[in-house]
């Protein structure tokens, strides 16, 4: 509930509700206030009337007042049922219709009316606990005020005619309250549509897509404004990334022949340079820097091809064992040089589409990562096996494993740990980026797993996919 409150849409139906529900409150109370008002006035000009026939038949009999004709009428000539008493000073009930009411009651009635001189209005409750509206007056014969006449009648039916009108306005409220609020949930979630449409491009975005746009019909008010500047935005981010991708293709292009040139020179300088040792390791260097700028120049390339969608494998049947022991034969040396070794496992059949080269790449750069990263006198592990409708390759080290800071940036360009930022402890940061898009561009998937002790890579391929995916 928390959650909901805590978004626009939660916060315009509470307000929605909120105001429909003051409105209502203020219309049920108005009407009921209403009804209240028009029953106190209808009791009211009944008893005014009532008292007002009776004391135009008042006479003095021996010094008290009586009405002419005997007892007091005990209903008004419409046949509405009203009890009338007269009231001593005293407090002494001389003459009654009906007795209704307590005699400290009418007592205390008559006393108010003595003393503010003129008409009182009550609410009282009779012998039978039920509610009357009263009304005294004071009553004189000449100058001398000698008693005070009392009328009253049951508002009982009344007040039971206004619960049941609040038993029937508290449901009837209830539910418009409960539409109201369904109807507001649901124009809310229209209004905001284009809104979370936005969130969830925006978070299924990355720099391959930007050719989406945000396709939703929206009036002409500030959502659609808010619609035609993000589909915008993206138009000229989707422009601004296409002229780095050309830019990078094409630098990465030209620089090729140059760099192939320059290593072919030192090369063939390495070759006369003789004894002189010193000679010698300074052309070794700049051969390694040249082997460093051509390797980055072929994978910026690469995901150039890529990033436009031209990563396309040639479709081949690879035999997974056959891979995983020459991948395994090939690295075996260069474990040994730097005090590691590699194993590995495969089933003994089994094929898998892909294009060998790429594929070869992906698991080259990660047996290179491992070895680089793993402990002196452990095993950089690499296995295959079949995996639902497709092959895993896993290659697996027991180093230090990628910091979780680092995670959710470890397949983009030049992301590298902090304790990666020289050449001396990894590449450029475009090889897991660059085996990332192979897996991609075959249709299957790169991802970290952290199985302690070991940290794995591992490379999910189809079996055999209906067609290679862009990258």
Do not use: C
């Not at 003994?348 to 002196?376: C, F, H, T």
């Not at 020289?422 to 075959?442: E, K, M, P, Q, Y």
């Amino acid at each position: 509930m928390r959650r909901f409150l805590g978004t626009t849409r939660g916060r315009l139906v509470t307000f929605t509700v909120a105001i429909l529900g003051v409105a209502l409150l203020l219309a049920d109370g108005g009407v009921l206030g209403s009804l209240a008002i028009t029953q106190t006035n209808e009791s009211n000009a009944v008893l005014v009337s009532q008292a007002n026939l009776i004391a135009a038949g008042i006479e003095e009999q021996n010094g008290q007042l009586s009405f002419g004709s005997g007892e007091l009428p005990g209903e008004t000539q419409g046949g509405i049922a009203v009890d009338a008493a007269f009231v001593s000073p005293t407090g002494t009930v001389t003459q009654t219709a009906a007795r209704s009411l307590a005699q400290s009651v009418l007592a205390n009635l008559a006393a108010q009316a003595e003393r503010t001189r003129g008409p009182v209005w009550a609410d009282v409750t009779d012998l039978r606990g039920s509610p009357r509206r009263v009304y005294a007056i004071p009553l004189t014969v000449g100058a001398e005020r000698t008693a005070a006449l009392v009328v009253s009648r049951s508002v009982r039916e009344q007040q039971a005619g206004l619960t049941r009108t609040v038993l029937f306005i508290a449901p009837f409220s209830a539910a418009v309250l409960l539409v109201g609020g369904l109807l507001a949930y649901r124009l809310a979630g229209r209004v905001l549509r284009p809104v979370s449409v936005i969130a969830n491009l925006a978070r299924s975005l990355s720099e391959r897509d930007l050719h989406r746009r945000v396709d939703v019909r929206v009036p002409d008010d500030e959502l659609g404004e808010l619609v035609a500047t993000f589909n915008a935005m993206l138009a000229r981010l989707d422009a601004a990334f296409d002229s780095l991708r050309r830019f990078t293709a094409d630098a990465s292009h030209e620089l090729r022949a140059p760099l192939a040139l320059m290593l072919n020179e030192l090369e063939g300088s390495l070759a006369k340079a003789g004894a002189n040792q010193e000679y010698r390791r300074a052309i070794q260097t700049q051969i390694a820097e040249v082997e460093h700028l051509a390797r980055l120049s072929d994978q910026l390339l690469m995901l150039a091809r890529a990033d436009a969608g031209a990563l396309s494998p040639a479709e081949g049947a690879v035999d997974v064992a056959d891979f995983v022991h020459e991948t395994a034969a090939r690295w075996s040396v260069s474990a040994e040089q730097v005090n590691r070794h590699i194993d590995f496992s495969a089933p003994d059949s089994g094929q898998v589409m892909a294009d060998p080269s790429p594929l070869r790449r992906v698991i080259d750069n990660l047996i290179d990562n491992a070895l680089r990263y793993a402990p002196e006198g452990t095993a950089v592990s690499l296995r295959a096996y079949p995996a639902g409708s497709g092959w895993n390759f896993e290659v697996a080290d027991r180093g230090p494993g990628v910091p979780v800071e680092y995670r959710d940036r470890l397949f983009e360009r030049f992301a590298r740990p902090d304790g990666a930022r020289t050449r001396g402890a990894g590449g450029a940061g475009l090889g897991l980026a660059l085996s990332a898009a192979i897996a991609r561009a075959h249709g299957g998937e790169l991802e970290l797993y952290d199985v302690r002790p070991d940290t794995v890579f591992r490379l999910h391929l189809p079996r055999r996919p209906q067609t290679f995916a862009k990258a």
